[in-house]
């Protein structure tokens, strides 16, 4: 059984930084891809950035390109969500996802993703 635990999540001034972990348990996960979404009251969840386990490709969100950044610690089964030069809008509940998959196409819905860890909130006040 895959369990993903998220953490990091806090309260932060725009233009601050915030570093989000998933410490992922239950598999091997070589063969997984990695994601990491979003959702705030009353809106869908959105994708925010992952990442393939095995060469770390890596997929983002135009909102978020060039100021977040996803990583995989092979070595700690964990994968970080580097967040900088946040703003208000960033401020939602954050999800770590996994699913097994082999191939190339890392997936940005949340429908391509099989477990869900249990979000971890993320304020960012103005």
């Known amino acids: 059984q895959v369990q993903l635990v998220e953490s990091g999540g806090g309260l932060v001034q725009a233009g601050g930084s915030l570093r989000l972990s998933c410490a992922a348990s239950g598999r091997t996960f070589s063969n997984y891809f990695m994601g990491w979404f979003r959702q705030t009251p009353g809106k869908e969840r959105e994708f925010v950035a992952a990442?393939?386990?095995?060469?770390?490709?890596?997929e983002y969100a135009d909102s978020v390109k060039g100021r977040f950044t996803i990583s995989r610690d092979y070595a700690k089964n964990t994968v970080y969500l580097q967040m900088s030069s946040l703003k208000p809008e960033d401020t939602a509940a954050y999800y770590c996802?996994?699913?097994?998959?082999?191939?190339?196409?890392?997936?940005?819905?949340?429908?391509?993703?099989?477990?869900w860890g249990q979000g971890t909130q993320v304020t960012v006040s103005s």
């Open positions: 990442c393939r386990w095995s060469d770390g490709g890596t």
């Open positions: 996802a996994a699913v097994y998959k082999l191939g190339q196409r890392i997936g940005v819905l949340p429908k391509d993703y099989d477990y």
